[in-house]
């Protein structure tokens, strides 16, 4: 007996069956019927879409792995210099305006930035916003990256470049601690000259307050991202890791070198204090670490300042 679906014929252009029974033959050179289906050929399906980032350099750490090149370092000290100049002038010139017009000498000008302390530390709090505001828009606005993991701030103990790397914030925050100690106690047997310019700051409470306030608020996060986050990537991909961790400490090193009126042995010790953030910052991968222990430098100095003024109410110097 003969089914309904035996009597009704194929339609016009069904595949072949699987027995090959009763199918035309397919002429040469004609393409298969899964090429005709797939209106993408193979090569550029397997194409990433535009603007997808290179696969990464297996052979470099993940926490090397940057994008930015020493051009882009060129047009970022480019960028640092002019905003340096630019809110230095600002500062200076509104600092004029104040004595009715007349001209200030250096040290004038110097005796009266000292009774002003807002008008410096605003100059620097500008200065870092400019510096983050360029690195924001050159590396999440324009290459559409994450801001945070680009300049190296990772979990600790996440992909180290060692293993068993410390978990606890507080080991680093502790030994940044210890390390001011150390600092403190090597300065204190060095012949250091008197009215350092960042002493000058230290010629009344608000200076000092905001001082302090910015060291341990705004610095750490500002400087470990710029020296362990931007620059050191950049120099040990380029040179190694242990000239990277050097040529980044010594750089911050010289960073605060005319605070300290150039005194050649506090630059010094600010020179061996950058290597050893960098060299934890490449121990353990991120900038997190680096950051507590800077974190914790700056606010044993701060508390340190604290106690000896009376709470900012003894200053060494009064205005």
Do not use: C
């Amino acid at each position: 007996m003969t089914s309904f679906d035996d009597q009704v014929p194929d339609p016009p252009g069904q595949p072949e069956s699987p027995s090959g029974e009763d199918s035309p033959a397919a002429e040469p050179g004609s393409p298969s019927p899964e090429v005709v289906a797939d209106p993408i050929s193979y090569t550029e399906a397997q194409l990433p879409p535009p603007g997808t980032p290179p696969p990464p350099d297996e052979t470099v750490p993940e926490d090397l792995r940057i994008f930015w090149s020493w051009s882009h370092f060129v047009l970022f000290l480019f960028f640092g210099v002019v905003s340096f100049v630019v809110t230095q002038l600002a500062a200076a010139v509104y600092l004029s305006t104040q004595v009715s017009g007349r001209r200030l000498s250096a040290a004038e000008l110097q005796q009266f930035l000292s009774s002003k302390p807002q008008i410096a530390i605003g100059a620097n709090l500008l200065l870092f916003a400019l510096i983050f505001l360029f690195l924001y828009v050159t590396i999440s606005v324009l290459h559409n990256r994450p801001f945070w993991r680009s300049l190296g701030w990772r979990k600790l103990g996440g992909s180290a470049p060692v293993a068993q790397v410390s978990r606890s914030p507080w080991i680093f925050f502790f030994a940044g601690s210890a390390l001011a100690i150390g600092v403190a106690m090597v300065s204190s047997t060095m012949h250091t000259p008197e009215n350092l310019p960042i002493q000058e700051l230290f010629k009344n409470r608000t200076g000092a307050i905001l001082l302090m306030s910015m060291a341990v608020l705004v610095a750490p996060l500002v400087e470990e991202t710029v020296f362990r986050g931007y620059l050191y990537p950049l120099f040990a991909k380029t040179f190694g890791t242990l000239s990277g961790i050097g040529l980044t400490g010594l750089l911050f090193g010289l960073m605060h070198g005319w605070q300290l009126g150039w005194t050649y042995g506090l630059v010094i010790m600010l020179v061996v204090v950058g290597v050893i953030f960098t060299y934890v910052r490449a121990r353990t991968g991120t900038v997190f670490a680096s950051f507590l222990m800077h974190l914790g430098y700056n606010s044993m100095i701060a508390i340190s300042t604290i106690i000896a003024t009376h709470g900012f109410t003894h200053m060494p110097v009064k205005p």
